[in-house]
């Protein structure tokens, strides 16, 4: 597509991964991990509550070469940054890590993006303290999957590292153990309290496929996504580097909800039982139950649709999630809704919702696929007249999930 503002997709193969790896360490890699990244239907801020979610595989990824070698290190090499690194695979301490979510460094510095070879690090450390006797490797991180704006890129690095790391140790994971697993990674030592979706669905992927992911069991069914419709993904240039804060923040009061209803999670909640608390708890709590409560409906709704390709009914309920997570969750922000706004006004758009966990990155839009080129025309034209930002619009469709090819 030649619009101004729209992007193809770079066309990253494994023979670059190769080339890449062959060139910074002069030998021939062991193994190749392709992971995807995924956007999300429908079924926001529902996994670490054991809801339900909507997601599919895109066709940006991470591409990684690995090679295992006799010391105990991880040397490492970004062809996107031009960057090294390297670690020991041995010791681990949670305590050396920087607080990454803190407003500020202890140099009363404003906090950096996270590092990407601390994902990695991270998913070694989450093998090792699960018992894996993880030996040093070599390896070369290359993709396009742009960061900060709800496309997974982090957990793409963290499934590529643990599928890579199974193979040569002969772990034999299945994939919900390295989704556990990735999670974990960046629960416990990046530090946002996410959900397990994300690195589920890029193992878990196919091609022109949607899945229903039931984040309790880990039990998912597939969908048929025609290519008559396009998911179109909108960003708006607004990242959200510095925002795990309120991610977190959000789990805390998912959590405080659960303490005063006395259940385990917000997955067994129902109608009543919020309505019977309603005149007990700060209307702000109530209202992040209730964003819950009803977004894990509109994900069984929206599988429904899906299943008698009512491509209607899911844009509707894609919609009304954004609406949600505006005024009820407050994870979106100006730029999120003008887009979304703007996105909705196209009468060949289903529906408009933000994609990303929280106040920036990008959304997305359901829409005709035999109008993406006039819709993006429209939508940038209109986002820039009401943000005075330059936005870039992608399209796709869901792809194979990770990945790992022994060379």
Not at 22 to 40: D, L, S
Not at 330 to 346: N, P
């Given at each position: ?28 890699p ?18 670490y509550?054991?809801?339900f ?17 006799d ?15 390297s ?6 301490s ?39 006797n993880?030996?040093?490797?070599e ?36 994939k ?94 129902t ?9 007990k ?6 209202s ?58 196209y ?22 696929a ?21 936005a ?16």
């Amino acid at each position: 597509m030649n619009t101004p503002g729209t992007r193809e997709v770079q066309k990253i193969t494994r023979d670059d991964a190769i080339k890449a790896f062959r060139a910074h360490f002069g030998k021939e890699p062991e193994i190749v991990v392709r992971t995807p990244g995924r956007v999300n239907l429908l079924g926001e801020h529902t996994d670490y509550s054991k809801g339900f979610v909507l997601p599919m595989t895109i066709s940006r990824a991470v591409w990684m070469a690995f090679r295992a070698c006799d010391q105990n290190v991880a040397r490492l090499y970004s062809a996107d940054y031009d960057e090294d690194c390297s670690f020991g695979v041995e010791r681990f301490s949670k305590q050396d890590r920087p607080d990454y979510f803190a407003e500020k460094d202890e140099d009363g510095e404003k906090r950096q993006p996270i590092p990407w070879f601390e994902y990695i690090r991270a998913s070694v450390w989450a093998l090792s303290d699960q018992g894996k006797n993880c030996k040093g490797f070599e390896a070369v991180v290359l993709g396009d999957i742009p960061q900060g704006v709800g496309l997974a890129s982090s957990a793409a690095l963290e499934v590529s590292t643990i599928l890579a790391l199974n193979e040569l140790g002969g772990y034999n994971l299945s994939k919900p153990d390295m989704a556990k697993l990735a999670q974990r990674a960046e629960n416990e030592w990046i530090g946002l309290k996410s959900g397990v979706m994300n690195p589920m669905i890029c193992l878990i992927g196919e091609p022109g496929k949607v899945f229903l992911v039931d984040c309790g069991d880990l039990k998912y069914t597939s969908f048929d996504m025609p290519n008559t419709v396009a998911v179109a993904f909108m960003d708006t240039g607004v990242r959200h580097y510095r925002n795990g804060a309120t991610y977190n923040k959000r789990r805390e009061q998912c959590a405080e909800i659960c303490e005063i209803l006395g259940v385990e999670n917000l997955r067994m909640t129902t109608q009543e039982m919020l309505e019977g608390v309603r005149d007990k708890i700060p209307s702000s709590l109530f209202s992040k139950a209730y964003h819950v409560l009803y977004e894990n409906m509109r994900v069984q709704s929206a599988a429904s649709a899906l299943q008698y390709s009512e491509f209607d009914i899911l844009g509707k309920l894609i919609s009304e999630s954004h609406f949600s997570l505006q005024y009820s969750y407050e994870v979106s922000c100006f730029e999120l809704d003008a887009i979304c706004d703007v996105a909705r006004s196209y009468p060949a758009c289903l529906g408009a919702r933000m994609a990303g966990s929280c106040l920036g990155g990008g959304a997305i839009a359901l829409i005709y696929a035999a109008k993406a080129q006039d819709f993006a025309e429209k939508v940038l034209e209109g986002y820039y007249k009401q943000t005075g930002k330059k936005a870039t619009i992608t399209f796709g469709q869901a792809t194979e999930g990770a990945k790992a090819e022994r060379l």
